[in-house]
């Protein structure tokens, strides 16, 4: 009697994630494919320092190359603010004014960086975001906000303009908004800006802005990371374009999503009344 050979077992690597990086002044937190980012500066409102705008690209860069973190949550500390701007301090410094240029390159840096990450990213807004912290939160691809949290571009008041914010602000605001906030320099409520389209859902308390936080984490966390990044990516790269050319760039982009493997799955899915099991390929 022939032997029977033993069965091929072949084995599947087990993909871990990298432990992220230990920063001065952002937290970073994992967990179902979800990486919260957390700017930890609650005594200063998480003002954005040298210091922490680097760490916040670090931040978001780690994240960037972590196949296991497919959602990102921007959020700050504590209960007072999401970010309060710039750091003022920093006016008092003995810097000079060119160096104080070049530092501002991390504000480019930072939005070009939110923009191609191929990944949603969720602001928590759970208080005040101002000035850079306004456009911060602007960068990010949904909003979601406590009741109570103001925003608004204050610069003006204080003899600045918030130059830095400005490009970032015009793709998501109404022409005539956006010059009141800046020339006004008043604070808006949640409620004002959702009534814009700007803030995607106002939540009464904290308890219920996490709660909502991780419902929609999870829904996008749940879709195809390959059909997100390029759908995502096509949404920011045809805003500038003329008409016909977004059109005929489009149409080149849904023919790429087509050929992923998760597009292939999804509509076997359908047909099979299952959930997909997408592999981000």
């Not at 009697?1 to 937190?29: C, K």
């Not at 005040?128 to 960068?139: E, M, R, S, T, V």
């Not at 906030?181 to 939540?203: D, F, I, Q, S, Y």
């Amino acid at each position: 009697m022939a032997a029977v050979a033993a069965p091929t077992i072949v084995m599947v690597a087990e993909v871990v994630a990298q432990e992220p990086p230990h920063l001065d002044n952002v937290l970073i937190a994992l967990r179902d494919r979800v990486a919260t980012v957390t700017l930890n500066r609650p005594e200063r409102r998480n003002a954005l320092s040298q210091g922490m705008l680097r760490d916040l690209l670090a931040a978001l860069r780690w994240c960037d190359g972590e196949p296991e973190a497919r959602v990102i949550v921007l959020t700050g500390a504590g209960d007072r603010a999401f970010c309060a701007g710039a750091d003022l301090a920093s006016f008092e410094a003995q810097v000079p004014e060119l160096e104080r240029h070049r530092e501002r390159r991390l504000f480019v840096d930072l939005f070009q960086l939110m923009q191609e990450l191929g990944k949603p990213i969720l602001g928590r807004i759970n208080g005040a975001a101002l000035a850079g912290g306004f456009g911060l939160a602007c960068a990010c691809d949904l909003l979601l906000a406590v009741e109570s949290a103001s925003f608004g571009t204050p610069e003006i008041t204080v003899g600045v303009w918030p130059a830095m914010i400005q490009a970032v602000l015009a793709r998501n605001l109404p022409r005539k908004v956006l010059l009141e906030m800046e020339l006004l320099g008043g604070r808006w409520t949640a409620a004002e800006l959702k009534a814009l389209g700007l803030v995607n859902r106002v939540e009464p308390d904290l308890p219920a802005l996490d709660a909502r936080v991780a419902e929609v984490a999870g829904a996008l966390a749940e879709k195809s990371p390959a059909v997100l990044q390029l759908g995502r990516d096509s949404f920011y790269r045809q805003q500038d374009m003329p008409f016909e050319a977004a059109l005929e760039y489009l149409r080149g982009q849904l023919a790429l999503v087509t050929l992923t493997e998760d597009a292939r799955e999804g509509v076997r899915a359908f047909f099979e009344h299952r959930q997909p099991e997408f592999r981000g390929r």
